[in-house]
């Protein structure tokens, strides 16, 4: 029988980025003491027109592309756009990893857009570790 409050694909966190303008990292989610988590994908909503610059990676603190390598938001073109981000696979299955307790995963707006706020809405398992 599936067990499913543990095995689903569930949100995990949503964070507010408070100017998309910004080059830096946000922290999305830290993994529960006692926990693992697998990312499954992240979905970014905007409040305005990105242009065509926006590029950003998630990943864990100091592998800030293990997840979702270089992704260009040049296709959020008014407010309330919203882009799906997650590893892309090919003829070989994209690798995932495995968090364990305490890593923190985060945004790393690596191009700037347009100013103004994000959301990230942050989806994954959570399992015992």
Do not use: W
Not at 79 to 92: E, K, L, Q
Not at 103 to 118: D, E, F, L
Request: aromatic fraction near 4%; include cysteine; hydrophobic fraction near 45%.
């Amino acid at each position: 029988m599936p067990k499913g409050k543990e095995k689903t694909i569930a949100l995990l966190s949503i964070t507010t980025i408070a100017d998309m303008n910004a080059v830096t990292a946000t922290t999305l989610y830290t993994v529960p003491i006692g926990k693992t988590c697998v990312l499954s994908h992240a979905m970014l909503r905007v409040s305005a027109d990105q242009g065509a610059s926006l590029a950003f990676t998630i990943g864990q603190v100091g592998a800030l592309t293990d997840f979702v390598g270089t992704t260009n938001g040049d296709n959020l073109d008014v407010a309330g756009d919203v882009i799906r981000a997650a590893p892309v696979p090919g003829a070989t299955p994209a690798t995932e990893k495995e968090y364990t307790a305490a890593k923190i995963i985060q945004i790393n707006v690596a191009v700037g857009g347009t100013a103004g706020v994000g959301t990230l809405y942050l989806f994954g398992t959570e399992d015992d570790a």
